[in-house]
């Protein structure tokens, strides 16, 4: 792919794992994270990977960044939206607070950035936006309403803004990853570790992974490279969930 390619999130879990598949097919990438440890090390691991730090929920950042990228390495020809936060609790107990900081990163974030890299997409009248989402914005989960809302809703706008778009040229699409061993997933798990996400829980009407294991971050950067490679050039505002199964795509 000809251009940058700008992921946000880049820091650890699929982020990092979506930098480096661009970066391996040859890509330049721009990682983004608002803490610099984790790009700064990918960057230092990869010639291809340039560090960068921005907060998704702050517009002036997001603005400064993508600026810097365009001047810096080149035009944004992919971006992919991956920064995201987990609170969870039953709503009756979630604070103001917490609902806040689900949306300000993940809708916000992805509201903010696909902004910016928009104006300079049209004007070139090429690109590409995908999305990292989750299956919790298409299904019910128990202790996770304000962070399915949080997905729902940068999911019902990546579509959106695929649909105004769409006159440019510019695709933009979604991947929308279940149960993935990531340090998010980790810090979820009880005692029974993975066993017990793979297995289900019908107490809380979860179901378990068909498939039997869990995503690896590699599974999802996989078709986040397909839906922004020329391979997807007739595919946009799609909602391509990479789960197992889990969702029995409800």
């Given at each position: 792919?000809?251009?940058?390619?700008?992921?946000?999130?880049?820091?650890?879990?699929?982020?990092?794992?979506?930098?480096?598949?661009?970066?391996?097919?040859?890509?330049?990438?721009?990682?983004?994270?608002?803490?610099?440890?984790g790009?700064?090390?990918?960057?230092?691991?990869?010639?291809?990977?340039?560090?960068?730090?921005?907060?998704?929920?702050?517009?002036?950042?997001?603005?400064?960044?993508?600026?810097?990228?365009?001047?810096?390495?080149?035009?944004?020809?992919?971006?992919?939206?991956?920064?995201?936060?987990?609170?969870?609790?039953a709503?009756?107990?979630?604070?103001?607070?917490?609902?806040?900081?689900?949306?300000?990163?993940?809708?916000?974030?992805?509201?903010?950035?696909?902004?910016?890299?928009?104006?300079?997409?049209?004007?070139?009248?090429?690109?590409?936006?995908?999305?990292?989402?989750?299956?919790a914005?298409?299904?019910?989960?128990?202790?996770?309403?304000?962070?399915?809302?949080?997905?729902?809703?940068?999911?019902?706008f990546?579509?959106?803004l695929?649909?105004?778009?769409?006159?440019?040229?510019?695709?933009?699409?979604?991947?929308?990853?279940?149960s993935?061993?990531?340090?998010?997933?980790?810090?979820?798990?009880?005692?029974?570790?993975?066993?017990?996400?793979?297995?289900?829980?019908?107490?809380?009407?979860?179901?378990?992974?068909?498939?039997?294991?869990?995503?690896?971050?590699?599974?999802?950067?996989?078709?986040?490279?397909?839906?922004?490679?020329?391979?997807?050039?007739?595919?946009?505002?799609?909602?391509?969930?990479?789960?197992?199964?889990?969702?029995?795509?409800?």
């Open positions: 792919m000809e251009g940058i390619a700008f992921v946000t999130g880049a820091g650890q879990g699929i982020g990092r794992a979506v930098a480096l598949a661009f970066a391996e097919a040859g890509t330049r990438v721009a990682a983004v994270d608002r803490e610099p440890k790009v700064e090390r990918l960057a230092e691991e990869h010639d291809g990977i340039t560090a960068y730090v921005a907060d998704v929920s702050v517009s002036s950042e997001v603005e400064g960044v993508v600026e810097a990228v365009e001047l810096g390495l080149g035009p944004i020809a992919a971006l992919a939206n991956v920064a995201g936060v987990l609170r969870t609790g709503v009756v107990d979630f604070s103001d607070a917490d609902w806040a900081a689900l949306f300000d990163v993940n809708a916000g974030g992805v509201f903010r950035t696909s902004r910016a890299v928009a104006r300079r997409m049209t004007r070139r009248r090429a690109g590409v936006i995908v999305t990292v989402s989750s299956n914005a298409g299904i019910p989960r128990a202790g996770m309403a304000a962070y399915a809302a949080s997905k729902a809703a940068s999911t019902a990546t579509k959106s695929g649909l105004e778009l769409a006159p440019y040229g510019i695709r933009c699409n979604v991947v929308a990853p279940g993935t061993d990531t340090p998010m997933q980790r810090s979820l798990w009880a005692e029974d570790g993975p066993a017990a996400v793979i297995a289900g829980d019908p107490a809380s009407f979860r179901t378990g992974i068909p498939l039997g294991r869990l995503a690896e971050p590699s599974d999802v950067a996989d078709a986040v490279l397909f839906l922004a490679s020329e391979r997807a050039r007739h595919i946009t505002m799609h909602d391509l969930y990479v789960d197992g199964g889990a969702t029995l795509r409800a």
